[in-house]
């Protein structure tokens, strides 16, 4: 909040989703484990095969989180509402651990 009350351009509080990146030998290996991710929750993971056919896995969460606190460096949101924001922040990160 203090250093809120000294920016002088636009703030943003964001929160980045769990990413996992795992190389996989057989693209076999890559489908289960994209499988057990989505059947985990993990619905934002994928596949990615490489130009030297390497083959990667992402796993990616969807617990992100971007408001926008200030802009022109005008605070745009009460500092109560800020705490609510590192709440749920800090239990997305729980979901992430």
Same mark, same amino acid.
């Given at each position: 909040v203090?250093?809120?009350?000294?920016?002088t351009?636009?703030?943003?509080?964001?929160?980045?989703?769990?990413?996992? *990146?795992? %190389?996989?030998?057989? !693209?076999q290996?890559?489908?289960? @484990?994209?499988s057990?991710?989505?059947?985990?929750? +993990?619905?934002?993971?994928g596949?990615?095969?490489?130009?030297?056919?390497?083959?990667?896995?992402?796993?990616?969460?969807? *617990?992100c %989180?971007?408001?926008? !606190?200030?802009?022109k460096?005008? @605070?745009?949101?009460?500092e109560?509402?800020?705490? +609510?924001?590192?709440?749920i922040a800090?239990?997305?990160?729980?979901?992430?651990?």
């Open positions: 203090t250093a809120l009350e000294k920016a351009g636009d703030v943003v509080f964001r929160f980045e989703p769990f990413v996992l *990146h795992v %190389l996989c030998q057989e !693209l290996d890559a489908q289960l @484990l994209h057990v991710a989505v059947d985990s929750g +993990f619905r934002n993971s596949i990615t095969v490489g130009k030297g056919g390497k083959i990667t896995v992402a796993v990616r969460s969807t *617990h %989180l971007e408001v926008p !606190l200030s802009h460096g005008r @605070l745009m949101v009460s109560e509402y800020i705490e +609510f924001l590192v709440h800090n239990q997305k990160m729980e979901e992430n651990i």
